[in-house]
């Protein structure tokens, strides 16, 4: 009786995984990994009671790791099943805790076409990720990231946390978390991975206007509205506009990026809010917007900026109709109160701008797709400016291809051709992997 049960959800699981195919794969990694966990959560307490039944040396057919393993490239994690306590064995219908390893990481190659002599290799990024389910409903999340290969006081690697909270479900499918979390903007910030992307380096407007990987610390809340149209709310950390620093391009680069805090000792006197929305009601399409916005002064004593609030948004769509993969970004920034404080500087080459923005196209095609690889060639335009009434708009074209080879290898390639400054003109390779 109970075999027969656990065979229904292994059904279950298999249609799961038949939704989370490629024509599925508009839903954002948050949606999928919450499905995913609800059912191998389901799998291991089915586990639990079959195992209570069974006679002593006998093994359960099928647990986490099988439920993930169905649900194939949307969450290609190896999932380890905690050995059950006494409680557990007394209690069998209790869902097994369950802990998951995931992991991603992407060795890249830039050389400048006008100056070969810069060309680079570079470890971009290692990260490891450890989630924890401490019951169905209940769940632990973290990622460790390590950038530029190696992390030292006289080295450019970092070391840094880059996620770290816990997560309840409630019914109807809100979910509540607090800890250090992603903010969910744009289509890259919570969907980052090597494979999840196209090109072999992520895409300007996404980290020069949206500063991904962007994460703060604080409470969120998410759920559905039904009709395919989900929810995202906060209440955060926010941006610190004291770490501005005049005499450094850092900030020209991306504004936001330089004034993060990451979680580090993180100044809270002001906080900020966020919320999302995305619609996915058509087969396929993926429609949405998002908006960020909080005060940066924090009361600082003498500091001229005291009352300075800064608002990002985003509107954002994808469309994934066959073999095509079309989307399309818009987002905009704006650092309020900042007169007095430019006024402040002497001779700051780098002032901090009133507003900054950007937009992308990007159009993809699956050319060859079999059981082992995947080619996608795809082409990118993109314009931005990190810094309006300072500098000038840069416009980027970028065309290549993703060579994916099994469930979670890419072999990127590509060729980047800026319109402002020519210098910058590259080609670009890379290897990316995800799990």
Do not use: C
Request: proline fraction near 4%.
């Amino acid at each position: 009786m109970r075999e027969a049960a656990l065979n229904r959800t292994l059904i279950a699981a298999a249609i799961a995984a038949a939704l989370l195919s490629p024509a599925h794969a508009h839903a954002s990694e948050a949606d999928l990994m919450a499905r995913i966990d609800k059912l191998a959560a389901e799998l291991a307490q089915m586990k639990a009671e079959l195992k209570a039944n069974q006679p002593a040396g006998a093994v359960a057919q099928a647990g986490p790791a099988q439920a993930r393993a169905l649900a194939g490239e949307a969450a290609p994690a190896a999932s380890v099943q905690a050995a059950p306590t006494a409680s557990a064995q007394a209690e069998p219908a209790a869902a097994a805790a369950s802990t998951v390893l995931t992991g991603y990481g992407e060795v890249n190659y830039n050389r400048p076409t006008r100056n070969a002599s810069a060309a680079q290799t570079d470890v971009r990024r290692a990260v490891i990720g450890i989630e924890h389910r401490f019951d169905e409903k209940t769940k632990m999340v973290s990622e460790f990231e390590w950038e530029h290969a190696i992390a030292s006081a006289t080295d450019a690697g970092e070391s840094e946390v880059e996620q770290l909270y816990v997560e309840r479900e409630f019914a109807n499918g809100l979910r509540a978390k607090a800890g250090l979390f992603l903010i969910p903007a744009g289509l890259l910030n919570t969907n980052h991975e090597p494979t999840a992307y196209y090109g072999v380096e992520r895409n300007f407007v996404e980290t020069a206007i949206i500063p991904s990987t962007w994460r703060e610390a604080g409470v969120g809340l998410s759920g559905e509205l039904g009709e395919g149209l989900s929810w995202d709310a906060g209440l955060t950390t926010g941006f610190d506009l004291a770490k501005w620093d005049p005499a450094s391009a850092e900030g020209r680069e991306s504004p936001l990026g330089s004034i993060h805090q990451e979680g580090q000792l993180a100044k809270s006197r002001d906080l900020s809010v966020h919320g999302a929305l995305n619609w996915r009601g058509v087969p396929g399409l993926l429609v949405g917007g998002s908006l960020f916005s909080g005060k940066a002064g924090h009361k600082a004593e003498g500091f001229a900026a005291q009352d300075a609030r800064i608002t990002v948004w985003d509107l954002h769509t994808r469309y994934t109709p066959g073999p095509w993969d079309l989307s399309a970004l818009y987002a905009r920034g704006h650092i309020g109160d900042v007169a007095a404080l430019n006024a402040s500087f002497e001779n700051g080459a780098y002032p901090v701008p009133g507003s900054f923005a950007g937009w992308y196209l990007q159009a993809a095609y699956a050319l060859l797709k079999s059981a082992d690889y995947s080619l996608n060639p795809f082409v990118r335009y993109e314009q931005f400016n990190t810094a309006r009434g300072y500098a000038s708009d840069e416009k980027v074209t970028t065309a290549g291809a993703n060579l994916r080879v099994g469930e979670g290898v890419v072999l990127k390639a590509d060729y980047q051709k800026f319109a402002t400054d020519r210098t910058r003109d590259r080609l670009n390779l890379g290897v990316g992997f995800s799990y």
